[in-house]
């Protein structure tokens, strides 16, 4: 007799790619930081779909402003106005500090997109001779699966068998100022960066790098370039990572808990006469900015405006980082990260990064590994400090020696 579970497991594994290797773990239900599975077991979601889930699973005031939109208008393409799409530029705009909005759908598509017009600026504002433009991106870096964006990963995994790839780019070491300095050239059209790189396992990079990334862009006429995918959108405590280190790029790309955990949407924000060099027709999506993907990012926005969730995370997250901070030594090495997301390095002598999620999940808490042996935890913000504290007390039990 196999289990539901065990039935759609086996059901995935004959029939979908081989592209993932899920948690054993098949969810039926959500709400909040909540999930169930199909066999009616509880687990409190401490990954939040990458950060995708910041306002936890079906946040009342999201799925509201979807059904609405379901019941008046979905999808136009961009051949014609809709009445969502104006307003959700502006309230993104005014958000973000910044002065025009180009939506996508994807993360990877946003990374696309921003590098595509970082070229166009760089030929047409820069004049940077044709066909000579080049992107300075850090080691470690995630972002996006696309046949360009993997030609600047230094992940093989991610990058084996899928070349010829993309050239343009030149990658130097994370958290290094002055490789980033002698990287520049009058060819350089942007600097690409993570304001703190999660897929790396949530690093954090020295304090002053990104200071310095500001001034060696500047002196370089290059345009500095934040991947708040991850990072952003109140998952440091902050609206944008880079808030923290007083510093504004030129262009940031947004996706991820921008779709409100419902449907994908991402967007680049930033300078008006940088965006402002595209011309209808140079690039698009049929789904970008689609009234729906416009209605639900507006009520992510509206709770973004409250402040709330920026303080829920600082608030908990110095909670989590204290309490993790003391397992160092008790079979973790290293924690790093800010607000409510942390990369846990486990000691070596311990559980794979594998193991000890797939222990935890038995004990009811989802997280996922990532590099062998760390753990990323990203609860959603609308989680409460017991149940914080619940998921690390079974983090603190698995991992001690
Ligand atoms: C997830 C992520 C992306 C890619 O987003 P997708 O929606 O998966 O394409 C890009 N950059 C960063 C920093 C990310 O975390």
Redesign the pocket.
Known sequence: MSTPAEDFIALDESWSTHNYHPLPVVIAEANGPWVTDVDGNRYLDFLSG??ALNFGHRHPAVVTAAVEQLGRVTLTSRAFHHDQFGLFCKELAELTGTDMVLTMN??????ESAIKVARKWAYQVKGVPAETAEVVVATSN????TTTIVSFSDDETARADFGPFTPGFVQVPYGDADALRDAVNDRTAALLL?PIQ??AGVITPPPGYFAEARRIADDAGALLIA?????GLARTGTLLALDHEGVRADLY?L??ALGGGIL?L?AVVGRGDVLGVLRPGEHGSTFGGNPLACAVGRAVIALLRTGEFQERSATLGLHLHQRLGALVGNGVTEVRGRGLWAGVDIAAGGLSGRDASETLAKQGVLCKETHGSTLRIAPPLVIERDELDRGIDAIAAVVRR
């Open positions: 990458y950060s994807s993360g990877a598509e946003a990374v995630f972002h996006g699966r993570e999660g897929e991947d708040e995918i991850q990072s790309t996706g991820k994908p991402s």
